[in-house]
């Protein structure tokens, strides 16, 4: 019998012994695999037809705003440009570039879009003089332009349950060489093979095993998408087999295109504490603070190249191995004809120029995204804020957020050994949009802890005063700045038996004197003789009619500031003042943008009818007194006279709490300072909180404050009496009153005399 036989007859007789048991097994795997696929084929079509992912929220700051003639210092303006992620080039050619030469501006402006639409990408040069844009151009056909923004800074992220950082894109908003150097160097049959490509499984065992280690994946770029989207990092058989099935069953239901923006989108990336990166959209910002469609090509090769390991290949802890691996992957890109030998000659020679830090502000200015997240509560859920790919639009000015946190550690830190203890916050808003520009709970500003300027509600002290002197200034026909009040003592009975006997805080008592002094000197007797006599119940109704949610004291003390408020509220208060006579809400959103675009809300400005402009505009005119000359004159001192801020000072009791409240033309600051267990600093609003003020009003652009004309007669009147006098007379004052209500009946002085004796004409 032949060879060929003999084996025939083996094979028929084991044939015959193990046909039923492998019979029964193809059935049994047959019984078992199509369920299965048909189960695997079900979670494919959930998962890919409804594809989607916890979109963090972005917050961002308002953009900034250029035009000719506005406020603004080169060190403001680099502020604001270094918060939104543009860096120095000398050319400043690309998007998100600057150059500076002296006072000149170049800068790539990016294109963004905002709640008014969409911005294209500009080159704008821009000139500064004196404090202010002198020019601004742009420089593609030097066509002085009157108004441009830069995109405003992102300041925060929202994350939801899954801490993951990810910015949805479409293949088209992605470099063409990332999209193809990925397919290079990770998958280059991607467009041919069937979700498994056994050539490149051979082709890497090979690598892998001349090399002694791991050097190259034999898994497609669809077989990388099932790890991330289905199964975990486990090694075993069943998970070998799992992805290779369900890498098919993708490839047998989605297009190309589909799975490889899947891919991109999702691909783990990169880590941040507790945040994960993915995609390449993400991990451009990530690594070097861009937008994914500004990296360069040495930048793409290194993205490209983490797909294969970020933590071993991580450019911050391991800058060596990643320059290797980038340059590996330009080499492949030469290879594959992407890029020419220039080019990778060009970009093997750059350094890897990732930021110093992962650049995910998670929350950068905790107490300002407080403010934000209560102004927003109304209208979104927590889980919708959190986790719906949202852009929200806020008010928050970078340059005014960062100054005001340089003031209030410059000024604490001047206290000396009082400084331990002292605790401080910040509100600076507007005008008179009342946009909050900044905010800080905390001398500590990026903690995440109390916030003072929202919640710590503490004693006003004399920052009530102006309130009381605009009740009695809306009543022209009684009351104006040249009325004669008397500054003596005061001595009441309170409910519980004590007697209620305020001091003014020179311990003197001066008699009769014009409102406007009393207002001045912040004497405390002038200003609750005059209280008592509008009535307490004027004044509280006064406070309440700006909502504020808090408890107004009906006694006596309120005029003395016996109120508890936080900052917050004090600006919501003055910012009446700096509004010119309008009830201006306060408000840290401007808009929020759904993941498709749509604007969802946007939050506008409904000012009140301003029904005391008059009086208001009297009290303002008198608080630039107390900073010219009264108790605020530090302002002038400090060299910001040319302001003509008006604010006020205000001491609790004891010095528990230093108060300033002051605005210029364009912004109000309020700050408090004092310490969290309520015990007395040693400071008066002077003090304290005024040189925080002060600091920061050096720091800002500001402009002057204008006090507008209309509703307004300047007379002058003799202190002595409050009558009309004449501006040669001795001693004779310039006020302002409400137009039809000067004062008529006209003080003569001695230059009055002289000219009827030699026969003048007294009219």
């Known amino acids: 019998m032949s060879l060929f036989r003999r084996l025939f007859t083996l094979f028929a007789w084991l044939w015959r012994l193990l046909r039923i048991p492998v019979l029964l097994g193809i059935g049994g795997l047959t019984g078992f695999l199509v369920p299965y696929l048909i189960t695997l084929d079900q979670q494919v079509r959930e998962r890919f037809d409804d594809l989607s992912w916890q979109i963090p929220s972005r917050v961002f700051a308002r953009p900034l705003a250029l035009e000719p003639g506005r406020p603004m210092t080169a060190d403001t303006l680099l502020l604001e440009l270094e918060a939104a992620r543009y860096q120095a080039d000398p050319a400043a050619q690309s998007a998100g570039t600057y150059a500076r030469d002296g006072e000149r501006f170049v800068i790539g402006r990016r294109a963004f879009v905002g709640l008014d639409g969409r911005h294209v990408a500009q080159r704008l040069s821009l000139?500064?003089?004196?404090?202010?844009?002198?020019?601004l151009a742009d420089t593609a056909n030097g066509q002085s332009l009157q108004h441009a923004e830069i995109d405003p800074a992102r300041i925060a992220t929202?994350?939801?349950l899954q801490q993951e950082e990810r910015r949805l894109v479409q293949l088209e908003q992605l470099p063409a060489l990332l999209v193809m150097g990925l397919q290079a160097v990770e998958d280059r049959d991607f467009k041919h093979h069937h979700g498994i490509d056994v050539s490149a499984i051979l082709r890497a065992g090979w690598a892998n095993m001349v090399a002694g280690r791991v050097v190259q994946g034999g898994s497609t770029l669809t077989q990388q998408l099932v790890k991330n989207l289905f199964l975990d990092r486990g090694q075993s058989f069943v998970r070998k087999a799992n992805e290779a099935l369900i890498a098919l069953l993708i490839e047998l239901r989605y297009d190309k295109r589909s799975i490889l923006e899947a891919y991109v989108n999702e691909i783990f990336l990169g880590q941040q504490g507790g945040q994960a990166v993915h995609g390449f959209a993400a991990a451009a910002e990530f690594y070097f603070g861009r937008e994914v469609d500004e990296v360069g090509t040495a930048d793409i090769a290194l993205l490209v190249g983490l797909v294969q390991g970020p933590s071993y290949y991580d450019p911050r802890r391991s800058p060596q191995r990643a320059l290797a691996r980038r340059n590996r992957v330009l080499h492949q890109f030469f290879e594959t004809g992407l890029i020419d030998a220039k080019t990778l000659a060009r970009s093997s020679a750059q350094a890897l120029g990732v930021s110093a830090r992962g650049a995910l502000p998670r929350n950068r200015f905790?107490?300002?995204?407080?403010l934000v997240r209560q102004q927003l509560q109304r209208d979104f859920a927590g889980h919708e804020l959190d986790a719906a790919g949202l852009t929200i639009h806020t008010t928050l000015s970078p340059s005014a957020q960062l100054q005001a946190e340089m003031a209030m550690q410059g000024a604490l830190g001047s206290l000396g050994k009082r400084d331990a203890e002292v605790e401080s916050a910040v509100v600076v808003t507007a005008v008179p949009s009342g946009e909050v520009q900044a905010l800080i709970g905390s001398r500590h500003a990026d903690a995440q802890g109390f916030n003072?300027?929202?919640d710590a509600r503490r004693p006003i002290g004399s920052l009530v005063k102006p309130f009381v002197y605009l009740v009695a200034l809306a009543q022209p026909q009684r009351y104006s700045l040249a009325t004669r009040i008397d500054d003596a003592p005061v001595d009441l009975p309170q409910r519980d038996g004590s007697r209620w006997v305020p001091k003014n805080d020179?311990?003197?008592?001066?008699?009769?004197?014009l409102l406007i002094e009393a207002l001045r000197n912040s004497w405390n007797l002038a200003t609750v003789q005059l209280g008592l006599r509008l009535g307490v119940e004027k004044v509280r109704g006064l406070l309440e009619s700006f909502n504020l949610g808090r408890d107004i004291n009906p006694n006596p003390s309120l005029l003395l500031g016996a109120v508890d408020l936080s900052p917050f509220d004090v600006a919501q208060l003055y910012q009446y003042f700096a509004a010119d006579g309008h009830a201006v809400p306060l408000r840290a959103v401007r808009g929020v943008v759904d993941a498709n675009g749509r604007t969802l809300s946007r939050y506008g400005v409904q000012a009140g009818t301003g029904d005391y402009v008059a009086a208001s505009r009297l009290v303002t005119w008198a608080m630039q007194q107390v900073v010219e000359s009264g108790t605020a004159r530090a302002i002038g001192a400090a060299g910001l006279g040319g302001l003509h801020a008006a604010g006020k000072t205000g001491t609790s009791d004891t010095q528990r709490d230093s108060w300033f409240a002051g605005f210029s033309g364009n912004q109000l600051g309020v700050v408090w300072v004092g310490r969290d267990d309520n015990k007395p600093t040693g400071l008066y609003g002077s003090t304290g909180a005024l040189k925080v003020w002060?600091?920061?009003f050096k720091r800002?652009?500001?402009?002057?404050?204008?006090?507008?004309?209309?509703?307004?007669?300047?007379t002058w009147i003799d202190p002595e009496n409050g009558r009309r006098s004449e501006q040669a007379c001795s001693g004779a004052r310039e006020l302002p009153f409400i137009s039809g209500y000067e004062p008529q009946d006209r003080e003569g002085c001695a230059l009055d005399k002289l000219r009827q004796w030699f026969g003048g004409d007294d009219k």
């Open 506 to 513: 020179d311990g003197d008592v001066h008699g009769e004197v």
């Open 127 to 135: 000139e500064l003089q004196d404090g202010r844009i002198a020019r």
């Open 452 to 454: 003072r300027a929202l």
């Open 700 to 714: 800002l652009p500001a402009e002057p404050l204008a006090l507008p004309a209309d509703g307004l007669t300047y």
């Open 158 to 160: 929202l994350y939801g």
């Open 694 to 696: 002060i600091d920061l």
């Open 366 to 370: 905790p107490a300002f995204l407080e």
